[in-house]
């Protein structure tokens, strides 16, 4: 069946380091791809997505590049600051009704 | 409103006790979909509505589970005679469309079973 997998947290990261939260996944055909943020206190948001292979979904510093050779979509970003302080869950979604799969999330907390 | 909305934020109930769920949607928006998330966990696909109709129900853990959108905005997530294991935080999101768009979720209702 559809499946997400991402790298185990927390990740603990000093301000202006960079990050790598690693997502593989399983599914047939060719799903669309999400990361989503859960801030402290809020809601899920979505940070950016991509639709086919080799789109690269971008915003607030971060990027996400669709892989399908690699079954991949990992997130980057070139210098966290505290703020991005979160939990960072990737999704994949198909079709048929566009339910969304999600990982099990990564905590990410940066230090000052 | 601005964006999904749900009622309680927060819910205690007993072991047998009925309890529901309410969820706002944007205005507008075609597809509404519940989900479960555990303590630690992503969360887990329960039910999906493209408008007043319940397209998609495979996973609603148990027939204790029930969802409605009578009029296609609103919808209610009831839960009979809960169980602790119901014990979760309950997302309700909408999106624009019918497949594949973005899914704007709410806050969430934690539900804490005794």
């Known amino acids: 069946g559809n499946s997400v997998t991402q790298m185990e947290g927390p990740v603990t990261l000093s301000e202006e380091a960079f990050l790598t939260i690693n997502c593989t996944y399983t599914?047939?055909?060719?799903?669309?791809l999400f990361w989503y943020v859960q801030y402290p206190g809020e809601g899920l948001q979505l940070l950016l997505k991509?639709?086919?292979?080799?789109d690269k979904g971008s915003n607030k510093g971060f990027e996400a590049t669709y892989r399908k050779e690699t079954t991949s979509f990992h997130l980057e970003k070139g210098s966290v600051q505290v703020s991005d302080s979160a939990v960072y869950f990737c999704?994949?979604?198909?079709?048929?009704?566009?339910?969304?799969?999600f990982g099990q999330g990564t905590e990410l907390s940066v230090k000052p | 409103g601005a964006g999904v909305s749900q009622s309680p934020r927060y819910k205690v109930a007993k072991r047998g006790q009925d309890v529901a769920l309410r969820c706002d949607p944007i205005?507008?928006?075609?597809?509404l979909f519940w989900y479960q998330q555990a303590l630690g966990q992503g969360p887990e696909f329960l039910t999906y509505?493209?408008?007043?109709?319940?397209?998609?129900k495979s996973g609603l853990p148990s027939d204790r589970f029930f969802a409605e959108r009578p009029e296609g905005s609103v919808s209610t997530l009831k839960i009979q005679r809960t169980q602790q294991e119901d014990s979760a935080v309950y997302l309700c999101?909408?999106?624009?469309?019918?497949?594949?768009?973005?899914?704007?979720f709410g806050p969430g209702t934690r539900l804490l079973v005794l």
């Open positions: 999704a994949l979604s198909h079709n048929q009704g566009g339910k969304l799969i």
């Open positions: 599914a047939t055909g060719y799903p669309s």
């Open positions: 205005s507008g928006h075609v597809s």
């Open positions: 509505f493209q408008n007043e109709a319940q397209l998609d």
């Open positions: 991509a639709t086919k292979a080799d």
């Open positions: 999101a909408s999106s624009r469309g019918r497949t594949q768009e973005t899914q704007y």
